[in-house]
T-cell receptor, first 111, second 112 residues
Framework: ETGVTQTPRHLVMGMTNKKSLKCEQH?????MYWYKQSAKKPLELMFV???????ENNSVPSRFSPECPNSSHLFLHLHTLQPEDSALYLC??????????FGEGSRLTVL | AQSVTQLGSHVSVSEGALVLLRCNYS??????LFWYVQYPNQGLQLLLK??????LVKGINGFEAEFKKSETSFHLTKPSAHMSDAAEYFC??????????FGAGTRLTVKP
């Protein structure tokens, strides 16, 4: 595999469930990102990791919990979400040039 | 605050017509500038980018964009639209490695 891979592609969960989104990059990049894409809104940066260290938390509610065990993997742990959290969650990676390489996204529906 | 504005959330053109998607950024220091395309149920794919040097940048699929510092603009163009160009297009400005600002996107429709 090459590029940025996200799993699962689709996820439906209840408000009391706990689930996780996974992202893996095969590009040797040092930075990884989570973005939220909702209809009719700009992409919202959620978290940034540089060399496994979290460098940005963009005022994201604590029901979203990121984890970066190494520079190739990034997780987004989800618990007690709200229906308004339904969105496409995009993972991306980059090197120092700032160009982002995106995965295909995980479409989350919260019932 | 630094921001990116895309004028027009929807643009419709006929096949073979010129495509023009507008993007303006707000910053006294020119950022790195990008255009991404998103097809349905997919992530964003880089079309082209401007970092330094030549202000007219050519990208994939026949698209190009021109950086105009005096107008703080980075409009995307393609001389002749193809049906396969129908997608959502995002302009983005990168101010450092961690600060990438995206516009709200422009949905391009191409009519036969």
């Amino acid at each position: 595999e090459t590029g940025v891979t996200q799993t699962p592609r689709h996820l439906v969960m209840g408000m009391t469930n706990k689930k996780s989104l996974k992202c893996e990059q095969h590009l040797g990049h040092n930075a990884m990102y989570w973005y939220k894409q909702s209809a009719k809104k700009p992409l919202e940066l959620m978290f940034v990791y540089n060399f496994k260290e979290q460098t940005e938390n963009n005022s994201v509610p604590s029901r979203f919990s990121p984890e970066c065990p190494n520079s190739s993997h990034l997780f987004l742990h989800l618990h007690t979400l709200q229906p308004e959290d339904s969105a496409l969650y995009l993972c991306a990676s980059s090197q120092l040039t700032g160009e982002l390489f995106f995965g295909e996204g995980s479409r989350l529906t919260v019932l | 605050a630094q921001s990116v504005t895309q004028l027009g959330s929807h643009v419709s053109v006929s096949e073979g017509a010129l495509v023009l998607l507008r993007c303006n950024y707000s910053s006294s220091v020119p950022p790195y500038l990008f255009w991404y395309v998103q097809y349905p149920n997919q992530g964003l794919q880089l079309l082209l980018k401007y970092t330094t040097g030549a202000t007219l940048v050519k990208g994939i699929n026949g698209f190009e964009a021109e950086f105009k510092k005096s107008e703080t603009s980075f409009h995307l163009t393609k001389p002749s639209a193809h049906m396969s160009d129908a997608a959502e297009y995002f302009c983005a400005a990168g101010y450092n490695n961690n600060d990438m600002r995206f516009g709200a996107g422009t949905r391009l429709t191409v009519k036969p």
